[in-house]
């Protein structure tokens, strides 16, 4: 999924970290098989194929858990589980064939099927030629089958073909192949170490007026054809130049200052900004200070907005 997708897409993190959805369950079109997007376009999510790469990333991020919710048969070409289900023939495979009732006359122990003992005459048996009476007296009903008008032949159950309705292709039951549909299910202690990302995410935005593309945990290309993730990228909507790049950490030392700032140089980031939690050291401050790494503690979301937004105005 490319940054401009992630930041249409972000409404599906807005639900998550307000609280909204708990999970996100298929749901079952006729016309088209399994979706998740149905239940979500009321609460503003409209990109389907967008939603799904992200909830794919949320996933590998741990924020959502992926759950078995059912299994169905699949089309063997293209994957599709809605069908046009047809009976036919298991001998010729033919679609010509009735429904029959097998009949044993007691008197002389014949069993036939019961358009045998059709005659012009009445009901009489095929062997001793002699009139049933009646079913419970002196003839029995042994099964139901059926028996094909084109080969003549008498089974049970018919089989069955499933014409792809995506498709076309119509697959003999042998070839059908189960496929897995999912449900994903939130992971609250995973949202709560993602909380600071997405909420600065939110207040950047907001404090800006959508002046600038704000995308969480987006992958940079450098000069030298390498990606780099951050865990927020603010770009020049016009230009697509990378304005700032963000990483939080828990706590800073020099090698993880080394190691953001690497990253922004590879990239030709104009600001580069770390978010961390605890003290820094003082050594640790005066190499980022050298470095032109900005140091913003995190204390007040508000505020870290305000400081990153001050620097990007700075450089305007």
Same mark, same amino acid.
């Given at each position: 999924?490319?940054?401009?997708?992630?930041?249409?897409?972000?409404?599906?993190?807005?639900?998550?970290?307000?609280?909204?959805?708990?999970?996100?369950?298929?749901? $079952?079109?006729?016309?088209?098989?399994? =979706?998740?997007?149905?239940?979500?376009?009321?609460?503003?999510?409209? &990109?389907?194929?967008?939603?799904?790469?992200?909830?794919?990333?949320?996933?590998?991020?741990?924020?959502?858990?992926?759950?078995?919710?059912?299994r169905v048969?699949?089309?063997?070409?293209?994957?599709?589980?809605?069908?046009?289900?047809?009976?036919?023939?298991?001998?010729?495979?033919?679609?010509?064939? $009735?429904?029959?009732?097998?009949? +044993? #006359?007691?008197?002389?122990?014949?069993?036939?099927?019961? @358009?045998?003992?059709?005659?012009?005459?009445?009901?009489?048996?095929?062997?001793?030629?002699?009139?049933?009476?009646?079913?419970?007296?002196?003839?029995?009903?042994? *099964?139901?089958?059926?028996?094909?008008?084109?080969?003549?032949?008498?089974?049970?159950?018919?089989?069955a073909t #499933? +014409?792809?309705?995506?498709?076309? $292709?119509?697959?003999?039951?042998?070839?059908?192949?189960?496929?897995?549909?999912?449900?994903?299910?939130?992971?609250?202690?995973?949202?709560?170490?993602?909380?600071?990302?997405?909420?600065?995410?939110?207040a950047i935005?907001?404090?800006? *007026?959508?002046?600038?593309?704000?995308?969480?945990?987006?992958?940079?290309?450098?000069?030298?054809?390498?990606?780099?993730?951050?865990?927020?990228?603010?770009?020049?909507?016009?230009?697509?130049?990378?304005?700032?790049?963000?990483?939080?950490?828990?706590?800073?030392?020099? =090698?993880?200052?080394? *190691? &953001?700032? *690497?990253?922004?140089?590879?990239?030709?980031?104009? +600001?580069?900004?770390?978010?961390?939690?605890?003290?820094?050291?003082? @050594?640790?401050?005066?190499?980022?200070?050298?470095?032109?790494?900005?140091?913003?503690?995190?204390?007040?979301?508000?505020?870290?907005?305000?400081?990153?937004?001050?620097?990007?105005?700075?450089? +305007?």
């Open positions: 999924m490319d940054d401009s997708s992630r930041s249409k897409a972000l409404t599906l993190l807005d639900l998550i970290l307000r609280g909204l959805i708990d999970q996100i369950l298929p749901s $079952y079109d006729p016309r088209s098989g399994y =979706e998740y997007c149905s239940s979500l376009e009321e609460l503003g999510v409209t &990109s389907c194929d967008e939603t799904m790469g992200l909830i794919r990333e949320l996933v590998g991020r741990g924020v959502l858990r992926r759950e078995l919710h059912d048969a699949s089309c063997s070409k293209c994957g599709s589980e809605v069908f046009l289900v047809r009976a036919r023939c298991p001998y010729c495979g033919s679609l010509r064939f $009735y429904r029959s009732v097998v009949i +044993e #006359h007691l008197t002389c122990g014949y069993v036939g099927l019961e @358009a045998e003992f059709l005659t012009p005459q009445g009901i009489l048996c095929p062997k001793c030629r002699r009139g049933l009476r009646g079913l419970g007296v002196d003839s029995i009903r042994v *099964a139901d089958v059926y028996r094909c008008e084109e080969c003549g032949e008498v089974f049970s159950v018919p089989s #499933h +014409e792809c309705l995506k498709c076309g $292709y119509e697959n003999r039951e042998v070839e059908l192949k189960p496929k897995d549909i999912y449900r994903y299910v939130l992971v609250p202690e995973s949202v709560r170490r993602e909380e600071p990302i997405l909420r600065l995410c939110d935005r907001s404090k800006s *007026a959508g002046r600038y593309d704000i995308l969480p945990h987006a992958k940079v290309r450098g000069a030298s054809g390498v990606e780099f993730e951050f865990d927020i990228v603010v770009r020049d909507p016009l230009s697509g130049s990378t304005l700032a790049v963000i990483d939080f950490v828990e706590s800073l030392d020099e =090698e993880r200052l080394l *190691a &953001s700032f *690497a990253k922004a140089r590879g990239v030709s980031a104009g +600001e580069v900004i770390i978010v961390h939690r605890g003290e820094v050291d003082g @050594a640790v401050s005066s190499a980022a200070s050298g470095l032109g790494v900005r140091l913003l503690r995190l204390g007040s979301i508000e505020q870290v907005a305000e400081d990153t937004l001050r620097y990007l105005r700075g450089r +305007e």
